[in-house]
Every structure is written in structure tokens, then in C-alpha cells.
């Protein structure tokens, strides 16, 4: 029989993976190989195009038949940039912590589970992880892919659990059970430079600029409700360019962002602007990125096993959230009930990221906890 799986050494191995979006650098290549010593089929390949591509993805099955559980993750990480007090990609070991890109988002939450993994072997049904390299990314070519390459698998789990980093001040204090969706929309208005002096010869654009930048504030959404904070339009920038003080400039843009609950659809939203935007500037350029839809799991059986399992091994009762950015679990959640635990999530994406050791030894005995339930 295979050893037991230390999840502690095997972080620091991924963390040595230097796998920043979309480029595997030889993470999945590990988790390839201990997954099959721990019984798993497992299927690697490569899905899109430069410029969003191509990137890696990892599905493993081991078992048949029901219960499907799955877990799903991402090995790639975002940029470590300039200033750590540590090499980012060598795992350092510091006052009970391990520092790394990618200890907390989510490398520590791959460990562990596949720690839970090796100790949970003689289950009945099937046991999936479902692993990108593209969800730091454009994430076009990842979790989609994979899901696509599992209808043609016939393989339709029953319960997912995504591995993000939702614990807020202590490990498992948060599940999150839904999420809001996002969409950027980017606003070009033309008009027609000119002197100041001769204003008659050209066009400004920040007039109806503004005049979209106002309506747009004012754009009633909803009110929220007991699971989702109030949808919230924000402008992140108003540009002209214009670095003269005597000319009318040709061109004003501004992008906003749009954060969603459940009680909007981004295709809607994104024509509502779309129609302020026609109103006060005609023939203006409307560019769109939908990034997900809000999605919310109704509180049920697989929420419920996941909260007990943490309040077995923390003596916490976790609370349900949907705040918070997206993930993949935008994707997944068309398969069938998700939620999302892991890790503290306070220095994810931040110079010198840390776990703390005995979290992610604590969170292998939760996954642990989860699968002897999903399995029981």
C-alpha cells in the first residue's frame, strides 16, 4: 500500500513549482504522479490557443458509480512581484509559517487534499479532482475545459468542493455558498479635436462622458438580500489622455465594474448601459468582459457535511458567506451543488504569502472529515 501523504512536504514541492498563470512548471506533473500511487486515473492535457492559451488541466478519477464527490483547484498562481524578503518560489519555513507564492492561493489547499486522499482509499463511488492551470488567468481555457472533457466522459459529479482560501480570521470560521458575478464594461466616446479658442471647429467628449459617468452612478440595481450584499457599480476610471492645456481632445473613455447578486443577469445589466450609453452618445464603443454570473447554493447536505466536518476538527461552526471575488465555482456550479472552503485568506496575492503549518495539517483532517462523510 502506497505511504501516507505528508501535506506539509508536499507544499513545499508545489510551492517549488514556480507556476505562474497559465504555465504549469511542472505542478501538475507532481500531483500527476502521486495521484496515480494513490490508485487515481489520471488525464492530463492542454486546451486553448496563444493568446489565452494553452493551458494545462488535470482530471483524476478514481472509482465508479455514486456518490461522485470532486474537488476542484488551480496549480497556477499570479505574478510573485519584487519584494519579497524570501525567494517566492523556494518554500521557507519561519515562526510556525511557510512562506511561498501560492502556500495560501491555493497550493496548501491541494495538499491537503490530496493528503485527505491517500487516507480516505477504500471508498465506495468515485472520488474526482478537477485541477487548472487558468483560474488566475482568463480562465477560458481551464475548469470550462475540463468540464467539457468530462460530459464526454459522462462523469457528472454530485457534490463539488472548491479548495479557495475562505476562512477570514480563523481556519474554518467561512464556507462560501455562492458568489456574486462580475462584468467590466470599457466606454470609448469619440468626438473632434480642436483648439480651444475655435471650439466651434471641434467636439469635446467629456461632455457626454460625464453625462454617461452620471447616469451610470445613479443606475438603481436592488437592495440585496439575506445572502447577497446590494449589487454595486463602480467607475475605476475616466480617461482622456489630453496632456495640453489649449486643445479639445478627440477621445474620452471610462471603465467601470459591475459586481452582482442573484437578482441580476450581466447580459442585462450590460444592455442597460448599453442603452444609457446610446442615449447620450450615440455610436460610442461598448466593450464588454462578463467574467461570471452570480450563483448561490441553496444551504442542503453538501454545506451542511462540509460544516460539520470543520466543526468536528476546529470546534468552530462556520459561517455561510457569498462575499468576496470570484472563482471557478462560477463554472461549476451548472454541474451540481458547490461550495468553497479552505485556508485563511488574508496574504493571498501579497509579497511573502504564508500558511501557517498546523492550518494546513488541520485542513487534510477537515478534507479527511468531508470524505468519510461524502462516502459513509
Not at 106 to 111: P, Q
Not at 338 to 355: C, Q, R, S
Request: net charge negative; with cysteine.
Amino acid at each position: 500500500m502506497p505511504a501516507a501523504i505528508d501535506p506539509i512536504a508536499l507544499l513545499e514541492r508545489l510551492i517549488a513549482c514556480p507556476s505562474v498563470t497559465p504555465a504549469e512548471a511542472g505542478a501538475q506533473a507532481l500531483l500527476a504522479d502521486v495521484l496515480a500511487s494513490l490508485g487515481f486515473e489520471v488525464h492530463r492535457f492542454e486546451a486553448g490557443e496563444p493568446p489565452n492559451g494553452p493551458v494545462p488541466n488535470l482530471l483524476a478519477v478514481r472509482g465508479s458509480g455514486a456518490p461522485h464527490f470532486a474537488f476542484a483547484g488551480h496549480t497556477d498562481v499570479v505574478p510573485p512581484g519584487e519584494g519579497w524578503a524570501t525567494d517566492p518560489f523556494v518554500a521557507t519555513r519561519r515562526s510556525g509559517l511557510i512562506h511561498g507564492r501560492g502556500a495560501v492561493d491555493m497550493k496548501g489547499a491541494l495538499a491537503a487534499f490530496v493528503a485527505a486522499a491517500a487516507r480516505v482509499r477504500d471508498h465506495r463511488g468515485m472520488l474526482s479532482l478537477i485541477i487548472t492551470g487558468d483560474e488566475e488567468g482568463p480562465a477560458l481555457n481551464g475548469t470550462l475545459a475540463l468540464m467539457d472533457v468530462m460530459a464526454s466522459r459522462a462523469l457528472a459529479p454530485e457534490m463539488i468542493l472548491v479548495g479557495e482560501p475562505t476562512s477570514e480570521a480563523r481556519l474554518g470560521d467561512t464556507i462560501k455558498i455562492g458568489r456574486r458575478g462580475s462584468v467590466n464594461i470599457w466606454i470609448t466616446v469619440t468626438g473632434r479635436q480642436a483648439h480651444v479658442a475655435y471650439p466651434h471647429n471641434g467636439d469635446n467628449p467629456i461632455t457626454r462622458a460625464v453625462r454617461i459617468g452620471e447616469r451610470l452612478n445613479a443606475m438603481p440595481l436592488d437592495e440585496g438580500d439575506d445572502w447577497f450584499e446590494p449589487s454595486n457599480l463602480e467607475i475605476t476610471t475616466f480617461d482622456v489622455g489630453n496632456r495640453a492645456t489649449n486643445v479639445i481632445p478627440g477621445e474620452a473613455s471610462l471603465r467601470l465594474n459591475i459586481r452582482f447578486n442573484t437578482h441580476q443577469r450581466g447580459s442585462d445589466l450590460v444592455e442597460r448601459v448599453r442603452a444609457i450609453v446610446e442615449e447620450e452618445a450615440p455610436g460610442a464603443k461598448v466593450d464588454v468582459l462578463l467574467s461570471g454570473e452570480a450563483f448561490f447554493t441553496e444551504p442542503g447536505p453538501l454545506s451542511a457535511m462540509v460544516s460539520a466536518a470543520v466543526e468536528e476538527v476546529t470546534g468552530i461552526a462556520p459561517e455561510f458567506s457569498t462575499g468576496g471575488g470570484t472563482s471557478d465555482a462560477r463554472y461549476l456550479h451548472r454541474l451540481c451543488p458547490v461550495v468553497e472552503f479552505g485556508l485563511l485568506n488574508a496574504t493571498m496575492h501579497k509579497l511573502d504569502e504564508a500558511v501557517a503549518i498546523a492550518d494546513v495539517e488541520r485542513l487534510a483532517d477537515i478534507y479527511e472529515a468531508v470524505l468519510r462523510r461524502a462516502f459513509a
